[in-house]
């Protein structure tokens, strides 16, 4: 079947630490990758995605790879900001339709 | 250029009670969907809508859920006689276009809790 797994939270740290929150999935077909973001009280949005094996997604200073060696899409960022704080869900699709989140990485940054 | 609405945020029922939720998607999205998250889990798919048309309803229970997207006006989530066990968030999401290089954009989310 289709799902993703992503690495278990809580995630503390210290402002300009650097991030990385695991993601691995599990896909019948060629999925695309995405990893939404929810600040508190907020809806889920798109940080980054992408669609094809070794393809780079990057926004705001977070960057994934798509590796389909690894069957993984690591979320990065190389300094973190104490506005970073929230939930990161690693998502695939394959229809477009259907979406497949892990259960979320909850993530605080402290000054 | 709102984005997805969903109400109310939360939303309390006794057991036994009809909770609805209703979700307006972006502007010139024709294409929602409703996921649940239970306590400590991802978000899960329950149904895609069209307007006026259920596309794939696949993740919906089978009984007490049903959806629908009516040519005006919101979709609507409604669940008959709430259970404990429908505590949940229910978030929906909207695109414009569909296929494999879809996007969704997803609303704030409704909160139930049931009593």
């Known amino acids: 079947g289709n799902s993703v797994t992503q690495m278990e939270g809580p995630v503390t740290l210290s402002e300009e630490a650097f991030l990385t929150i695991n993601c691995t999935y599990t896909a019948t077909g060629y999925p695309s990758l995405f990893w939404y973001v929810q600040y508190p009280g907020e809806g889920l949005q798109l940080l980054l995605k992408?669609?094809?094996?070794?393809d780079k997604g990057s926004n705001k200073g977070f960057e994934a790879t798509y590796r389909k060696e690894t069957t993984s899409f690591h979320l990065e960022k190389g300094s973190v900001q104490v506005s970073d704080s929230a939930v990161y869900f690693c998502a695939l699709t394959l229809t477009g339709n259907q979406f497949y989140f892990g259960t979320g990485t909850s993530l605080t940054v402290i000054p | 250029n709102a984005g997805v609405m969903q109400n109310p945020r939360h939303l309390v029922r006794r057991r036994g009670q009809e909770a609805r939720l209703r979700c307006s998607p972006m502007?010139?999205?024709?294409?929602v969907y409703w996921y649940r998250q239970l306590p400590e889990e991802g978000l899960k798919f329950m149904v895609y809508l069209q307007k006026e048309n259920i596309i794939d309803e696949s993740g919906m229970p089978k009984e007490r859920f049903s959806a629908e997207f009516p040519k005006e006006g919101p979709s609507i989530l409604r669940i008959q006689q709430v259970v404990r066990g429908d505590s949940a968030a229910y978030f929906c999401?909207?695109?414009?276009?569909?296929?494999?290089?879809?996007?969704?954009?997803f609303g704030a989310g409704t909160r139930l809790s049931v009593l």
């Open positions: 999401a909207s695109s414009h276009m569909f296929g494999a290089k879809n996007i969704q954009y």
């Open positions: 502007k010139g999205h024709s294409h």
């Open positions: 992408a669609t094809k094996a070794d």
